[in-house]
């Protein structure tokens, strides 16, 4: 009899911790993902500014599961899932690829959303990937580069304003860092211009920075952030983004344009469009933020071979965060065990347990949510650090990010600040190129030739029919 076949598309949270929860079990595993690392998404704030290297928070998945023997792992892009034919398509460097499934998992996760102002990613890179994160490190320090040369002081002063757009976790510890980097880490090291003069705008329609964790947290992250020399605009909605500046209106209905080079986005995500090419199929939904409503056991309606889970599922109020993710992909692979062995599952309806929230601000500075415990301050960083540590997939993973640590807060040096014109460039040189000038580049690259006419299977481990 031949194994169940699990395909599961993703390697971040979802996808990885769904594979190894099926680690017993008698399946075979074909995961297939856009990227070769599993990415630790927390720490990408610190890749951009120059705290961590990229391998360090993105390590192979290939490395991480190796030990997993009924896991094999392909880097493509899934283009289509059909889910009447139980094949999935996807691509690996322009050659064209399907595989069937018995069950499929799907953990593509979602992406930036600009609200329907998809011009600001042009000037405004979010931060959801290893490139956006090189990206954004690359434009942050040239911007000090070029003040180092400018002569204009209002250009300068255009070079040394930074606007971050949305006060979640992911904009505070943004905004925090770049001020950090410039009044600690750079002091000193330029002779034409103060790194400490920089400015940081954080900017978000709400009231308080980190809303989420509630009034009393979100008070004293304004605080600490205004401490560090963080403008906070809350109440404040960026209307326009372009290469010379930012419009904000504020809640009074005036509006500043305010001069800045670099921009980051750290404001709404949008689920995967692969959840839409799955609900367009069976007549489901997808929410305002394009992610799947799933049934109670996390099946796609009207597939019960069809799991999304992690950041791509909406159910009920479950955040978008790490646990979720988790615990999600934990309770599918249960799921998945159960049918194939014949025994019950632990559970047939998905229940998300809250484990709390946490963001930090600054060096020895965080905030942590518990359900009613509301922590801040050095205890709360610790708290992050400590767990932030413990998430990181590898054991030699964890002990670099210990060191990079350690030197980074007890020195304020940071080791990972090289830069290069094609982290700056990559993304929007890519975009540029027409489709016979990409394929011309993809043939020159292992001599891969387009094979859109064409579609080999890969049924069971890999073998091509
Ligand atoms: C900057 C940032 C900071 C964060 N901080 C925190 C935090 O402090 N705490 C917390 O709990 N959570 C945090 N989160 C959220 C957390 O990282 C996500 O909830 C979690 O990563 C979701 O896991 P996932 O597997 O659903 O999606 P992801 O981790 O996004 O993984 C998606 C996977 O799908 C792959 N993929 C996408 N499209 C395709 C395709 N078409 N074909 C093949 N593969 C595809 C990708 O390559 C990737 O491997 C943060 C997120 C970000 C972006």
Same mark, same amino acid.
């Given at each position: 009899m031949t194994q169940h076949h699990v395909v599961i598309i993703g390697s971040?949270?979802?996808?990885?911790f769904a594979a190894k929860a099926l680690k017993k079990s008698n399946v075979k595993i074909t995961m297939i993902a856009e990227t070769s690392h599993h990415l630790f998404q927390p720490l990408l704030y610190q890749v951009a500014t120059g705290i961590l290297s990229a391998g360090e928070i993105s390590p192979a998945t290939r490395e991480v599961l190796h030990r997993q023997r009924n896991v094999e792992i392909l880097l493509g892009t899934v283009e289509d899932i059909d889910v009447e034919a139980k094949i999935v398509h996807w691509s690996s460097l322009n050659r064209k690829r399907q595989t069937s499934y018995d069950t499929v998992i799907v953990a593509a996760g979602a992406g930036q959303s600009y609200f329907g102002n998809d011009h600001f990613a042009t000037y405004a890179p979010g931060m959801k990937t290893i490139d956006d994160a090189l990206e954004l490190r690359a434009r942050i320090f040239s911007a000090f580069e070029l003040a180092e040369i400018e002569e204009d002081p209002a250009e300068i002063e255009k070079l040394l304003t930074f606007v971050v757009v949305g006060a979640g976790p992911t904009g505070v510890e943004m905004a925090g860092q770049i001020r950090e980097l410039?009044?600690?880490?750079l002091r000193g090291e330029y002779r034409n211009f103060d790194p400490s003069n920089a400015r940081v705008i954080l900017a978000d329609g709400v009231d308080l920075p980190l809303s989420q964790f509630g009034e009393k947290l979100g008070n004293r992250t304004k605080t600490a952030l205004e401490k560090l020399g963080v403008e906070v605009r809350t109440g404040t909605l960026v209307t326009e983004i372009d290469e010379h500046s930012v419009t904000m209106r504020a809640k009074d209905g005036s509006e500043e344009v305010v001069p800045c080079a670099c921009k980051v986005w750290a404001a709404g995500v949008q689920g995967?469009?692969?959840?839409?090419?799955?609900t367009d199929q069976v007549g489901a939904e997808v929410d305002r933020a394009g992610r799947v409503l799933v049934n109670d056991d996390l099946t796609l309606p009207g597939r019960d071979d069809v799991f999304v889970v992690g950041d791509l599922m909406s159910y009920k109020n479950v955040p978008g965060?790490?646990?979720?993710?988790?615990?999600?992909?934990r309770f599918v692979a249960d799921l998945i065990d159960a049918r194939v062995s014949g025994r019950e599952p632990k559970r047939?309806?998905? =229940?998300? $347990?809250?484990?709390?929230?946490?963001?930090?601000?600054?060096?020895?500075e965080a905030v942590v949510s518990i359900g009613k415990l509301k922590l801040s301050g050095f205890i709360a960083w610790m708290a992050w650090l400590f767990l932030h540590l413990l998430h990181i997939a590898g054991f030699k993973n964890q002990l670099a990010t210990l060191v990079r640590w350690f030197v980074s807060f007890m020195s304020n040096n940071r080791s990972a600040r090289n830069i290069t014109n094609q982290q700056m460039l990559g993304r929007l040189a890519l975009q540029k190129l027409d489709k016979d000038e990409f394929d011309e580049i993809m043939s020159s690259v292992h001599n891969v030739q387009d094979e859109t006419? =064409?579609? $080999?299977n890969i049924d069971e481990g890999g073998a091509e029919s």
């Open positions: 971040g949270f979802g996808g990885l410039a009044d600690k880490t995967n469009p692969l959840g839409k090419n799955l965060v790490a646990q979720g993710a988790i615990q999600s992909a047939t309806v998905f =229940e998300y $347990k809250d484990k709390g929230s946490m963001a930090t601000i600054s060096k020895f006419s =064409e579609s $080999k």
